[in-house]
Nanobody, 112 residues
Framework: QVQLVESGGGLVQPGGSLRLSCAASEIIFSIAFMGWYRQAPGKERESVAEIARLGRINYADSVKGRFTISRDNAMKTVYLQMNNLKPEDTAVYYC??????WGKGTLVTVSS
């Protein structure tokens, strides 16, 4: 059973930065992408960023220019560098591998 484990969440002030990491328990050859989703209280889960096996990257409009997704060559680890964080970025952030496997999430709170 593939496991995804996120880390790096926490409390940060507006304008601050955090780097999330997601490590898979094994290399997953069957997936086309890895990505990050988030779910804020009372809202639906939404896509934040995705990176495909061949390198194509997509970002939600709300994070373009502030967040950067990256991965290792084996696509076993994916990162999300989050800069200039805003209170509206507060959410539980989930890592996904091809929308087939999901981590348990890491909480990001942006507050002064």
């Amino acid at each position: 059973q593939v496991q995804l484990v996120e880390s790096g969440g926490g409390l940060v002030q507006p304008g601050g930065s955090l780097r999330l990491s997601c490590a898979a328990s094994e290399i997953i050859f069957s997936i086309a992408f890895m990505g990050w989703y988030r779910q804020a209280p009372g809202k639906e889960r939404e896509s934040v960023a995705e990176i495909a096996r061949l390198g194509r990257i997509n970002y939600a409009d709300s994070v373009k220019g502030r967040f950067t997704i990256s991965r290792d060559n084996a696509m076993k680890t994916v990162y999300l560098q989050m800069n200039n964080l805003k209170p509206e970025d507060t959410a539980v952030y989930y890592c996904t591998a091809g929308s087939k496997y999901w981590g348990k999430g890491t909480l990001v709170t942006v507050s002064s």
